[in-house]
């Protein structure tokens, strides 16, 4: 029986083949394309907009497209119609007695200023520290987290990347390296080693790439208790917090890395004796390693959620990378980001720089320095720097311009306006790119540094109010 229906199926595929040839050869196929209005498909270089309707079919004209972002129009900026479309936003009493706005063009020359000169950046400070790690070390640089073994002991060695995590994540952007697949590589390749490689390890963990204090002298007392920031060191996970999105820190992250490390090797099937300790690195090739994404990526996710872990490790990074800064401490680090931004010609009048993060009070910084750090990342002749102002948070969309921001009272500002967001006790500020209304391209400032505590609300919806109106200006000089 089953090899009768066997007969009968291939019988009929003949049939229907011999069917299928005959149409072919006495026209059928071509009546079907008579009856149908088909016909050849048009050569390649046609596209489907040669093709006619079907006859009978009236279609309507399409209308033209609408432009999806405004002609750029290379004009100077009238600073008459800075001040009238600022109006009186600046003059809100909720701002506090000291309001500082300054716009200018993509040379990044102020054409209007108003208010102090030099103000305290808090977060505005990370667009400098991000700037000076792309030029020393380059967008496609990575930071790498590796394992070295000699005998039976296992080293750990932090490589300063400020996004490690525990395990996997593949839904993360930037892509994070992790440990859970260091582990894995790590397992692997002691097995394939001679004779099964080392049955038992120890394991030992080393954060010395960065010097100095984990925690800056010139931060608040509290930072550290209150969970504002982690200490910082070279090897840590989840920037130092207990677990993902955790708000509570690790007292010592290098340890705490080194433990997850532990856990994952055994999981792995390696057997690791003991607890890890601290200990230098030998010298020798490394067992496995694991990299982050590359730095243009950390900048954009630095720049965007404001995260000041990242800068800081940034900050030492950049101190490491500056032969002349000797370190990667937060001297180091300071001192390596000012003599970069004086190499590229930012000016540096009456700056300060403590950390990377922002969080230190007696940070200083030039209105007119932070919109050279802008106007520097522009620069045709420098397309490596450009991951700076392409990594801004955008008004209403992206990072920490994105949920409560532009919503109310700033709405011409949304989509319009890219800018890194600055905020400590009594300090709010904006700085980035906007487009006015006439297809001007703007840079700005503003930043607010004695507001008191019950107006921080008031004063931050102002500031939003005011890149609002730059993105609404028809600003370009008549």
Same mark, same amino acid.
């Given at each position: 029986?089953?090899?009768?229906?066997?007969?009968?199926?291939?019988?009929? %595929?003949? %049939?229907?083949?011999? %069917?299928?040839?005959?149409?072919?050869?006495?026209?059928?196929?071509?009546?079907?394309?008579?009856?149908?209005?088909?016909?050849?498909?048009?050569?390649?270089?046609?596209?489907?907009?040669?093709?006619?309707?079907?006859? *009978?079919?009236?279609?309507?004209?399409?209308?033209?497209?609408?432009?999806?972002?405004?002609?750029?129009?290379?004009?100077?900026?009238?600073?008459?119609?800075?001040?009238?479309?600022?109006?009186?936003?600046?003059?809100?009493?909720?701002?506090?007695?000291?309001?500082?706005?300054?716009?200018?063009?993509?040379?990044? $020359?102020?054409?209007?200023? #108003?208010?102090?000169?030099?103000?305290?950046?808090?977060?505005?400070?990370?667009?400098?520290?991000?700037?000076?790690?792309?030029?020393?070390? =380059?967008?496609?640089?990575?930071?790498?987290?590796?394992?070295?073994?000699? =005998?039976?002991?296992?080293?750990?060695?932090?490589?300063?990347?400020?996004?490690?995590?525990?395990?996997?994540?593949?839904?993360?952007?930037?892509?994070?390296?992790?440990?859970?697949?260091?582990?894995?590589?790590?397992?692997?390749?002691? $097995?394939?080693?001679?004779?099964?490689?080392?049955?038992?390890?120890?394991?030992?963990?080393?954060?010395?790439?960065?010097?100095?204090?984990?925690?800056?002298?010139?931060? #608040? &007392?509290?930072?550290?208790?209150?969970?504002?920031?982690?200490?910082?060191?070279? @090897?840590?996970?989840?920037?130092?917090?207990?677990?993902?999105?955790?708000?509570?820190?690790?007292?010592?992250?290098?340890?705490?890395?080194?433990?997850?490390?532990? #856990?994952?090797?055994?999981?792995?099937?390696?057997?690791? %004796?003991?607890?890890?300790?601290?200990?230098?690195?030998?010298?020798?090739?490394?067992?496995?390693?694991?990299?982050?994404?590359?730095?243009?990526?950390?900048?954009?996710?630095?720049?965007?959620?404001?995260? &000041?872990?990242?800068? #800081?490790?940034?900050?030492?990074?950049?101190?490491?990378?500056?032969?002349?800064?000797?370190?990667?401490?937060?001297?180091?680090?300071?001192?390596?980001?000012?003599?970069?931004?004086?190499?590229?010609?930012?000016?540096?009048?009456?700056?300060?720089?403590?950390?990377?993060?922002?969080?230190?009070?007696? &940070?200083?910084?030039?209105?007119?320095?932070?919109?050279?750090? @802008?106007?520097?990342?522009?620069?045709?002749?420098?397309?490596?720097?450009?991951?700076?102002?392409?990594?801004?948070?955008?008004?209403?969309?992206?990072?920490?311009?994105?949920?409560?921001?532009?919503?109310?009272?700033?709405?011409? =500002?949304?989509?319009?306006?890219?800018?890194?967001?600055?905020?400590?006790?009594?300090?709010?500020?904006?700085? *980035?790119?906007?487009?006015?209304?006439?297809?001007?391209?703007?840079?700005?400032?503003?930043?607010?540094?004695?507001?008191?505590?019950?107006?921080?609300?008031?004063?931050?919806?102002?500031?939003?109010?005011?890149?609002?109106?730059?993105?609404?200006? $028809?600003?370009?000089?008549?």
């Amino acid at each position: 029986m089953r090899r009768a229906l066997i007969v009968i199926g291939l019988t009929l %595929v003949l %049939v229907l083949g011999l %069917v299928v040839w005959r149409a072919d050869d006495l026209g059928v196929s071509d009546l079907v394309d008579d009856l149908t209005g088909a016909s050849d498909p048009p050569p390649a270089s046609e596209g489907p907009a040669a093709v006619p309707p079907p006859p *009978g079919l009236d279609l309507p004209r399409l209308p033209d497209a609408q432009p999806v972002a405004r002609e750029r129009v290379d004009r100077a900026i009238d600073p008459r119609a800075v001040r009238q479309s600022l109006g009186r936003l600046t003059r809100d009493k909720r701002l506090g007695p000291r309001v500082a706005v300054a716009v200018a063009g993509p040379d990044g $020359r102020p054409a209007y200023e #108003e208010g102090p000169r030099v103000v305290t950046p808090a977060s505005l400070l990370k667009t400098a520290i991000s700037l000076a790690a792309l030029e020393l070390l =380059g967008p496609e640089h990575r930071f790498t987290t590796s394992v070295v073994r000699r =005998g039976g002991v296992l080293t750990l060695v932090g490589g300063g990347d400020p996004l490690l995590t525990g395990a996997p994540d593949p839904g993360a952007v930037p892509r994070r390296a992790d440990l859970t697949t260091l582990a894995r590589q790590t397992a692997t390749a002691l $097995r394939a080693e001679k004779r099964g490689g080392p049955a038992r390890v120890t394991l030992r963990y080393d954060d010395s790439l960065f010097s100095g204090p984990a925690v800056s002298p010139d931060w #608040e &007392n509290d930072y550290i208790p209150d969970n504002v920031v982690s200490p910082i060191t070279a @090897l840590w996970i989840d920037v130092g917090r207990e677990f993902p999105g955790a708000l509570t820190r690790s007292a010592d992250p290098s340890r705490a890395a080194a433990l997850r490390f532990a #856990e994952a090797l055994r999981a792995a099937g390696t057997t690791v %004796v003991g607890s890890p300790r601290p200990g230098a690195a030998p010298d020798v090739d490394p067992v496995a390693s694991v990299a982050s994404a590359p730095l243009v990526e950390v900048v954009q996710h630095v720049l965007e959620t404001s995260d &000041n872990e990242g800068a #800081e490790v940034l900050l030492r990074q950049v101190g490491l990378a500056d032969a002349g800064a000797r370190g990667g401490s937060f001297a180091a680090g300071s001192r390596a980001v000012s003599s970069t931004l004086a190499d590229l010609g930012v000016p540096l009048r009456a700056a300060r720089i403590l950390d990377g993060s922002g969080l230190a009070r007696g &940070n200083r910084m030039a209105v007119s320095s932070l919109l050279e750090v @802008l106007a520097t990342s522009l620069e045709p002749k420098r397309p490596l720097l450009a991951g700076v102002t392409s990594g801004l948070p955008v008004a209403g969309f992206t990072g920490s311009l994105a949920s409560g921001r532009f919503e109310v009272d700033a709405v011409d =500002g949304l989509g319009w306006v890219r800018a890194k967001t600055g905020t400590l006790t009594g300090v709010h500020g904006l700085a *980035g790119s906007v487009t006015g209304r006439d297809g001007t391209p703007m840079l700005f400032v503003a930043v607010v540094d004695r507001v008191k505590i019950r107006n921080a609300l008031q004063a931050r919806a102002r500031l939003d109010q005011i890149a609002s109106a730059l993105a609404d200006c $028809r600003c370009a000089a008549r």
